[in-house]
């Protein structure tokens, strides 16, 4: 009995789910005066839970960004742009292998005005999209009518031309960092809020893209460079400049204190003094080049060219073509300040061993900046150095509080040698990342995905024999014997090699798709099926132009010329609610849809019926109406779709998968994102089934 009142209360939840409309944004407008005849338009969106929504500066190819179209008057003029006034988020996206801009809890945009008349009401429109980590929503238009007040200058001739209502539309940043101070606050202002209202609504005509987040840790967050610091720290560990230095320093601290509780105090305060230089450092970074600058350089083409040279002059360095190293004045004066008794001597202990290091620890820590620099996070340095100088200090402060610990250590020997010289293999492979970055910023068109390839190929490859010992540089000892871990290395930096080659014929390599250039780049695919394949477009078709099936399925892209198919095949309908930049459909399609046993279903099953809703293609004069459902009219195709999939099916989030017949009647429980590969196929065969047994119950 238990059993069954849960399944049913799961049932009706799962149907609960799928007639939901998702509203999870309000627009709250407003205005201030400024000076004279200048206000500014303040227009804030509070956004709930985990959703977000994108920035207006998002690149070329990648999602389409916020937009605002002010409605042309004589009564005002817009100054500049739009500015964002909230701090976003930038990420690294995979899909589109560029980083995107969004805006999580609240956005505010800000647009000056110079007005003509005292009070002026402007209007206009918004056009913006949401997604969270299961589903994206698809664009929403929102109407503003904000009423502005000043003292115009009645001596000033005022052009008459009326703003533009595109001109709002931004082509490059601008600076969002300068806060509107406003000299006089005493303007009345009025106040709207307005609620996003999609239960019955058609969606606005213009997209701000779908990007869905991964759902691990933000690769802009200064969390996510945290981790990475420790990461790096561990890894300095291992080097031969820091790894010896554990058990003298512990020894000194230890054997050189009245009693064992103070050589744990000086040990815990000698890893703070650590922890404390090195986010010192970091701070000083962010301090010096500040906001502006760290933001600029995650997407600047000059930045990642030196970002490229710097980290092929540090893998240089580990190969031992040279070494990096510091005055070592500095050591010296840090040696003699050691001396010194209490937290000043030990401090400066830490200071000298991390001046001391900076031979080997100086290409991680470059490495560790470069990458907090190109994800812009004002923080990320110092967030970086803290996660580094934690994993530095954890080892001095637990060996001393457990001293037995160091017999465990292993001997130090050529083996840390041999660290370097692995990082530097992987260093000299990201560093072609950066300048993939410039050779698609100026299409020079020197770095086209397989040349990449080939040179991750050699890298990796040269890896696995260094790693064997076949490949040996001046400074490495002898290898006498192949150790466990070496062969395990060896073995996967080989394998890695082998995964990357079918990527040479236009294998899609999806392990390295963040990292490798876009398929557009490949100048030859020889490779007749790498999973993007396409059915081929029959002119016959409505918008056969414009859309394609992905793996050869035989689509079709209009209602009701798909349910006139199913009536003459006599197969049931498998709408497919979709869009262009909806992430989560498209790992529906490589991840699912791929799959022989759904694919096969696909084509023999079921008429596939494939809607965009976030299509801009413009409907004829004489398909254009006005919906039942909202009252706004329907001038595009994705409108047109999303108004279908709202207005009959009450939900508004893609993907989302309807199973029908030839009258419209659902035959199961549609679904929305599920990866679960026997799931969707038991999805295909009840749906199959129910038409099935609805043809034999009206014979």
Excluded at 205 to 222: C, H, L, M, R, Y
Excluded at 314 to 337: C, H, M, N, V
Excluded at 346 to 363: D, V, Y
Aim: glycine share 8%; hydrophobic share 45%.
């Amino acid at each position: 009995m238990k059993r069954g009142m849960f399944l049913l209360l799961m049932l009706l939840g799962s149907l609960t789910t799928f007639a939901q409309i998702e509203n999870p944004v309000s627009w709250q407008f407003s205005s201030k005066t400024l000076k004279g005849d200048e206000a500014v338009l303040i227009l804030s969106a509070k956004i709930d839970g985990n959703w977000h929504m994108y920035s207006q500066f998002i690149e070329e190819g990648g999602p389409n960004p916020t937009s605002f179209k002010f409605k042309p008057s004589k009564d005002y003029e817009l100054i500049g742009k739009v500015d964002e006034k909230s701090t976003p988020h930038k990420v690294q996206d995979p899909t589109f292998e560029m980083q995107v801009i969004y805006f999580e809890g609240k956005a505010v945009f800000e647009q000056k005005v110079r007005l003509k008349v005292p009070s002026a009401k402007i209007s206009g429109t918004l056009e913006y999209m949401v997604c969270n980590d299961k589903q994206c929503l698809p664009p929403e238009e929102v109407e503003f009518n904000i009423t502005a007040t000043g003292t115009p200058q009645a001596a000033v001739a005022v052009p008459a031309t009326a703003p533009d209502a595109n001109q709002n539309k931004p082509k490059a940043p601008t600076d969002t960092t300068t806060a509107v101070t406003p000299q006089t606050t005493s303007a009345a202002v009025t106040v709207d809020t307005v609620k996003t209202d999609t239960s019955n609504a058609t969606v606005a005509a213009s997209i701000a893209d779908t990007n869905t987040p991964q759902a691990e840790v933000k690769s802009g967050s200064t969390w996510g460079i945290f981790i990475e610091g420790f990461l790096f720290g561990f890894v300095a560990l291992l080097m031969p400049c820091i790894f010896p230095m554990i058990p003298l320093t512990v020894s000194f601290f230890t054997k050189r204190s009245p009693s064992r509780s103070a050589g744990i105090r000086k040990a815990i305060s000698f890893g703070l003094a650590i922890i404390g230089i090195y986010v010192i450092f970091g701070l000083g970074i962010t301090i010096t080049l500040g906001e502006d600058a760290l933001n600029n350089l995650a997407s600047n083409a000059i930045a990642n060219l030196i970002f490229f040279v710097v980290l092929v002059v540090f893998a240089a360095s580990f190969f031992g073509a040279f070494e990096i190293t510091l005055p070592s004045s500095w050591a010296t004066k840090a040696d003699e300040k050691a001396d010194k008794g209490g937290f000043i001597g030990i401090f400066f202990m830490a200071l000298a061993l991390a001046l001391a290091s900076f031979s080997c620890t100086g290409p991680l820590i470059g490495n560790l900046l470069v990458e907090a620099a190109r994800k812009g996070e004002y923080l990320g340095p110092a967030m970086g150095m803290l996660g580094f100088s934690t994993a530095l200090a954890i080892p001095f402060t637990l060996f001393a509080i457990f001293p037995s610990w160091l017999q465990n250590l292993p001997k130090s020997g050529g083996w840390l040698n041999s660290v370097k010289v692995v990082l530097g293999f992987i260093e000299l492979a990201f560093a072609l990342k950066f300048l993939s970055n410039v050779d698609l910023a100026y299409h020079w068109g020197i770095l086209d995905r397989e040349v990449f390839l080939v040179l991750w190929i050699v890298i990796f490859t040269m890896l696995g024999f260094y790693l064997l010992g076949k490949l040996k540089f001046s400074h490495d000892s002898d290898l006498k014997h192949i150790s466990t871990p070496r062969l395990f290395l060896a073995i996967f930096s080989f394998a890695f090699a082998v995964y990357m080659l079918p990527g040479l014929e236009g294998a899609p390599l999806k392990a390295i798709s963040a990292f490798a250039p876009p398929m557009g780049t490949q100048d030859f695919v020889l490779a007749p099926n790498s999973g993007n394949s396409e059915a081929p477009a029959h002119s016959a078709k409505k918008y056969a132009g414009l859309f394609h099936a992905p793996h050869g399925i035989d689509a079709f892209f209009d209602y009701e010329e798909g349910m006139e198919q199913a009536k003459k095949t006599g197969k049931p309908v498998f709408i497919d609610f979709t869009g262009h930049s909806c992430v989560n459909c498209r790992k529906m399609e490589a991840n699912v849809w791929s799959n022989p046993d759904v694919l096969k279903r696909l084509k023999d099953d079921y008429v596939l019926i494939s809607l965009y809703v976030d299509d801009k293609t413009e409907l004829p004069a004489n398909e254009q109406f006005v919906s039942k459902a909202t009252g706004k009219k329907i001038t595009t195709v994705g409108k047109k779709w999303s108004d279908l999939q709202a207005s009959s099916f009450n939900t508004n989030s893609q993907p989302y998968y309807v199973l029908m017949d030839h009258d419209g009647k659902v035959l199961v429980n549609p679904q929305a994102y599920n990866p679960n590969i026997e799931n969707y196929i038991r999805f295909l065969d009840s749906g199959k089934e129910a038409f099935q047994n609805q043809k034999l119950s009206m014979k």
